[in-house]
C-alpha cells in the first residue's frame, strides 16, 4: 500500500492563480481531511469528508473548495490564490470518521506552498 | 472552546538522554488522547493512542501517560537518540462535536532538539 499520497509536494503560485492539491489513498478509508499548518500553530481542519460524494466545511474553509467523486481521491482547489494561503498542506484519511480509539488517522507527506 | 496546550514549546537534549514531553487539555467530552511525531518535511504519523481507561501506553522507547482526571498527559522519550529529533504533537478527540469540526483538537506541537 502506498498508504496517503499528494502532489506536488512543492509550488510556487501568483496572487490571483488556481491551482488543485491532490490526494489520493489506497487503503479504502472512507473518510478523508486537509489539514493546513503554519509556524506557530496547530494544526487546522480546511475540509472534510465522510464518503464519496459528500464534503463538509472545517475551521478555516475560506478561498478553497473540494470534491470526493471517488473514495479514493479528495482533492483541494484554491479559486484565486493569496499570500495568507501559503503554508503546508497535509491530507489524511483514517477508515471512519469519529476517530474511535481502533481507528487510526494517516496522514500524507505534505504539499509546501508558497505564494507571492 | 476546546483546547490542547503543549509545553515545552521547544527542547534541546543530549543524545542518550531521557526527556518528558507536557500535554494539558480542555477537551470535552473525552474520546482518546494521541501522540504524533512530525520529522521535518513529513507528514505526522501516530505514536500512541490512549482512551479514558488507559493510564500508561508504550510504543518502543516512548511511554506515554494520561491522567484523565486533571487532563494532563505526558510523553516520556528513553534513551534519545538522533532520529528522535522532531515534532511530537498531542491531538485530544472529543465525542464527535465541539474542537474541530472533525472532533480533533491539535497541540501546536513540542520542537525537540537531540545533539550529538
Known amino acids: 500500500n502506498a498508504g496517503v499520497t499528494q502532489t506536488p509536494k512543492f509550488q510556487v503560485l501568483k496572487t490571483g492563480q488556481s491551482m488543485t492539491l491532490q490526494c489520493a489513498q489506497d487503503?479504502?478509508?472512507?473518510?478523508m481531511s486537509w489539514y493546513r499548518q503554519d509556524p506557530g500553530m496547530g494544526l487546522r481542519l480546511i475540509h472534510y469528508?465522510?464518503?464519496?460524494?459528500?464534503?463538509d466545511q472545517g475551521e478555516v474553509p475560506n478561498g478553497y473548495n473540494v470534491s470526493r467523486s471517488t473514495t479514493e481521491d479528495f482533492p483541494l482547489r484554491l479559486l484565486s490564490a493569496a499570500p495568507s494561503q501559503t503554508s503546508v498542506y497535509f491530507c489524511?484519511?483514517?477508515?471512519?470518521?469519529?476517530?474511535?480509539?481502533?481507528?487510526?488517522?494517516?496522514f500524507g507527506p505534505g504539499t509546501r506552498l508558497t505564494v507571492l | 472552546k476546546n483546547q490542547v496546550e503543549q509545553s515545552p514549546q521547544s527542547l534541546i537534549i543530549l543524545e542518550g538522554k531521557n526527556c518528558t514531553l507536557q500535554c494539558n487539555y480542555t477537551v470535552s467530552p473525552f474520546s482518546n488522547l494521541r501522540w504524533y511525531k512530525q520529522d521535518t518535511g513529513r507528514g505526522p504519523v501516530s505514536l500512541t493512542i490512549m482512551t479514558f481507561s488507559e493510564n500508561t501506553k508504550s510504543n518502543g522507547r516512548y511511554t506515554a501517560t494520561l491522567d484523565a482526571d486533571t487532563k494532563q498527559s505526558s510523553l516520556h522519550i528513553t534513551a534519545s537518540q538522533l532520529s528522535d529529533s522532531a515534532s511530537y504533537i498531542c491531538?485530544?478527540?472529543?465525542?464527535w462535536g465541539g474542537g474541530g469540526a472533525d472532533g480533533l483538537t491539535f497541540g501546536k506541537g513540542t520542537h525537540l532538539i537531540i545533539q550529538p
Open positions: 487503503m479504502n478509508h472512507e473518510y
Open positions: 491531538v485530544v478527540s472529543d465525542v
Open positions: 489524511a484519511s483514517s477508515y471512519s470518521v469519529g476517530l474511535a480509539a481502533d481507528n487510526e488517522q494517516f
Open positions: 469528508s465522510v464518503g464519496a460524494g459528500i464534503t
